[in-house]
């Protein structure tokens, strides 16, 4: 296999620790054998084992929630949230941020090797759900000998972990901080999801799902279903607030079909540089995944009833201009929380920066999940 297609956090840096698991159930009847799970930490585990504090990452997300990104070089996703000193206090607590089953940051994906059959899973891979995501994470934590979490923090897809990790593993959760997510995903959403998805197999590179064994690479197709993504990720008013109608690099149109507009050329460096990074097939499975997401369904359609007796601390937290994920749906977990006699504190912050938002450098809520975090630290006796 050649370089460009080996597992992308092995060719191009460190997936951190990995560990080998014989097998995993899978929520589709089918079962994952071996599994890879890759992770980083942060922090010291402390002798009591009750400073774990898990990260669950966004879609486009991995590992590498604190540090320098291997392939890209990039700050990770949440070093402005999780460090020395930040709200999420690394000389406090032993942070873990897991790379999703079904991802390509050295995690079991479609990109990796079939032990069976020697050659990459590619569309043979496993469909995956959340909660088979959430199974991996319990069973890694297992190994670590770590029985219980301080806290399990994330938004978007992280958003939906976390609830599930509440819900399959409430005694093992003492505090959960699920961001700009909710309890299902929408039909808009999905809607967006499957535009991305036959954007990449519509691509000829594709190859029906089988590009790496055949030398090609769905470049063309991943690209599109990222800049059609990223704009989901913003508001209106943010995407006019920086880019407006002004024109890339030129004084005039051009009536032809360059990049005339900034943020024509702003959404394709947004695929192109996404297509380093990321595998066009665990696109396919993380999406579906996501899709597949209705925590109230496991428990007759009532949401409440997921989160009956569970002792967690839960902060929710929502943004005035996140369409994706909107105020609405952090409600409707806000209030089944209250319906089944859950500790719930809900906060909706004021900002035009769209779903992104809980990535990016917000002072207020920084302050305000410092405050719950530090709260729900000195209950645990931290």
Same mark, same amino acid.
């Given at each position: 296999?050649?370089?460009? +297609?080996?597992?992308?956090?092995?060719?191009?840096?460190?997936a951190g620790e990995t560990h080998t698991?014989?097998?995993?159930?899978?929520?589709?009847?089918?079962?994952?054998?071996?599994?890879?799970?890759?992770?980083?930490?942060?922090?010291?585990?402390?002798?009591?084992?009750s400073n774990a504090f898990l990260l669950?990452?966004?879609?486009?997300?991995?590992?590498?929630?604190?540090?320098?990104?291997?392939?890209?070089?990039?700050?990770?996703?949440?070093?402005?949230?999780?460090?020395?000193?930040?709200?999420?206090?690394?000389?406090?607590?032993?942070?873990?941020?897991?790379?999703?089953?079904?991802?390509?940051?050295?995690?079991?994906?479609?990109?990796?090797?079939?032990?069976?059959?020697?050659?990459?899973?590619?569309?043979s891979f496993p469909v995956i759900t959340? #909660?088979?995501?959430?199974?991996?994470?319990?069973?890694?934590?297992?190994?670590?000998?770590?029985?219980?979490? +301080?806290?399990?923090?994330?938004?978007?897809?992280?958003?939906?972990?976390?609830?599930?990790?509440?819900?399959?593993?409430?005694? #093992?959760?003492?505090?959960?901080?699920?961001?700009?997510?909710?309890?299902?995903?929408?039909?808009?959403?999905?809607?967006?999801?499957?535009?991305?998805?036959?954007?990449?197999?519509?691509?000829?590179?594709?190859?029906?799902?089988?590009?790496?064994?055949?030398?090609?690479?769905?470049?063309?197709?991943?690209?599109?279903?990222?800049?059609?993504?990223?704009?989901?990720?913003?508001?209106?008013?943010?995407?006019?607030?920086?880019?407006?109608?002004?024109?890339?690099? #030129?004084?005039?149109?051009?009536?032809? +079909?360059?990049?005339?507009?900034?943020?024509?050329?702003?959404?394709?460096?947004?695929?192109?540089?996404?297509?380093?990074?990321?595998?066009?097939?665990?696109?396919?499975?993380?999406?579906?995944?996501?899709?597949?997401?209705?925590?109230?369904?496991?428990?007759?359609?009532?949401?409440?009833?997921?989160?009956?007796?569970?002792?967690?601390?839960?902060?929710?937290?929502?943004?005035?201009?996140?369409?994706?994920?909107?105020?609405?749906?952090?409600?409707?977990?806000?209030?089944?929380?209250?319906?089944?006699?859950?500790?719930?504190?809900?906060?909706?912050?004021?900002?035009?920066?769209?779903?992104?938002?809980?990535?990016?450098?917000?002072?207020?809520?920084?302050?305000?999940? #410092?405050?719950?975090?530090?709260?729900?630290?000195?209950?645990?006796?931290?």
């Amino acid at each position: 296999m050649s370089q460009l +297609f080996q597992p992308i956090a092995a060719a191009k840096g460190d997936a951190g620790e990995t560990h080998t698991f014989a097998g995993l159930k899978l929520d589709s009847g089918e079962t994952l054998s071996p599994v890879i799970i890759a992770w980083k930490t942060y922090g010291t585990l402390n002798a009591e084992k009750s400073n774990a504090f898990l990260l669950c990452h966004a879609l486009t997300g991995d590992q590498y929630a604190a540090e320098a990104h291997p392939v890209t070089g990039k700050p990770g996703w949440w070093a402005s949230m999780v460090g020395p000193g930040l709200p999420i206090d690394t000389n406090r607590f032993h942070v873990i941020c897991v790379n999703v089953i079904g991802g390509c940051m050295g995690s079991s994906g479609p990109h990796a090797v079939n032990a069976s059959t020697g050659k990459p899973y590619g569309l043979s891979f496993p469909v995956i759900t959340i #909660r088979d995501m959430v199974r991996a994470q319990a069973m890694l934590l297992d190994h670590l000998g770590i029985a219980s979490l +301080f806290c399990a923090a994330g938004g978007s897809m992280g958003g939906m972990q976390v609830l599930q990790w509440a819900a399959s593993y409430p005694e #093992r959760v003492f505090a959960a901080l699920p961001l700009a997510t909710a309890a299902r995903h929408s039909a808009q959403n999905i809607a967006f999801h499957e535009v991305g998805r036959q954007a990449i197999m519509a691509d000829p590179d594709w190859a029906g799902g089988d590009y790496i064994a055949q030398g090609t690479n769905p470049k063309k197709g991943l690209a599109v279903a990222r800049m059609a993504a990223h704009i989901t990720y913003l508001s209106e008013a943010a995407l006019h607030r920086k880019f407006g109608r002004n024109l890339q690099n #030129r004084e005039a149109v051009s009536y032809a +079909f360059d990049a005339d507009f900034q943020v024509e050329s702003y959404l394709r460096h947004q695929g192109l540089s996404f297509v380093d990074r990321f595998d066009a097939n665990a696109y396919l499975y993380i999406t579906r995944a996501m899709d597949y997401f209705d925590l109230a369904a496991d428990y007759d359609g009532v949401l409440a009833n997921a989160f009956k007796g569970a002792a967690t601390r839960f902060c929710v937290a929502s943004f005035t201009s996140d369409w994706l994920f909107p105020t609405a749906e952090s409600k409707k977990i806000v209030h089944a929380l209250n319906a089944a006699g859950a500790n719930v504190s809900f906060v909706e912050f004021a900002t035009d920066k769209g779903h992104d938002a809980f990535l990016l450098d917000m002072p207020e809520m920084f302050q305000t999940l #410092r405050g719950f975090i530090d709260a729900a630290a000195v209950a645990r006796g931290l």
